[in-house]
């Protein structure tokens, strides 16, 4: 069981480096500094109970999932500002109005995407994903720790039970044999 204090030196050393991040993620400083205070008090509320060992990679877990809160409130968010701000009213003189004909996609979003692009998107993520599910079983770990869960070098190394050189040599096996597999599958990153 974490102490107080323990908790409290724990917040104290994780916080620039969450901030970080958070802002690297978001790309606002505002949102990012919320991420994070929010992140910190879900760790304090739910799980200050747990020992000092285990808050590191709760806490990181926490982190992504704010952020990922974060993402799909803003996707929600946009969608209806976009929704909205997209309709111009009824021109003077005009009776034969149709919302749904002012309405124009913004340009880059999923709502302007083509069928056929989100097709193609859907495929290669779907190739991507068999490509690292037949990676070697140690390879994959390092490889989604370190960069689908933004562990670094030594927390990766801890939850997998090795060196740290032995992350690095993991991950990087992985990162070629990935890059080889989808260029020859016609897929450039």
Same mark, same amino acid.
């Given at each position: ?16 480096? &969450?901030?970080?991040? #958070?802002?690297? #993620? ?7 500094? @919320? ?33 990922? @809160? ?66 070697? #079983? ?13 562990? @670094?070098? #030594?927390?990766? &190394? ?25 260029? &020859? ?5």
């Amino acid at each position: 069981m974490a102490t107080d204090k323990e908790l409290s030196d724990f917040l104290e050393n994780v916080e620039r480096r &969450a901030f970080k991040q #958070a802002v690297y #993620a978001v790309r606002k400083d505002e949102s990012a500094l @919320d991420i994070v205070q929010d992140a910190m008090i879900k760790l304090a509320e739910k799980y200050g109970d747990k020992p000092a060992a285990e808050l590191p990679m709760l806490f990181q877990r926490i982190l992504q999932t704010t952020i990922l @809160d974060y993402f799909r409130r803003e996707k929600v968010r946009n969608t209806w500002v976009s929704l909205f701000s997209g309709m111009g009213g009824p021109k003077e003189g005009s009776e034969d109005f149709d919302i749904l004909e002012s309405y124009e996609a913004e340009q880059g979003s999923e709502a302007s995407e083509s069928s056929a692009d989100k097709v193609e998107r859907a495929q290669t993520l779907q190739l991507i994903d068999d490509e690292v599910q037949k990676l070697p #079983a140690r390879q994959r770990e390092a490889f989604l720790m370190r960069y689908w869960q933004d562990m @670094d070098v #030594a927390e990766t &190394a801890e939850a997998m039970g090795c060196s740290e050189g032995s992350v690095k040599t993991h991950c990087s096996r992985a990162t070629h044999t990935l890059a080889e597999s989808l260029k &020859a599958k016609g897929i450039k990153l």
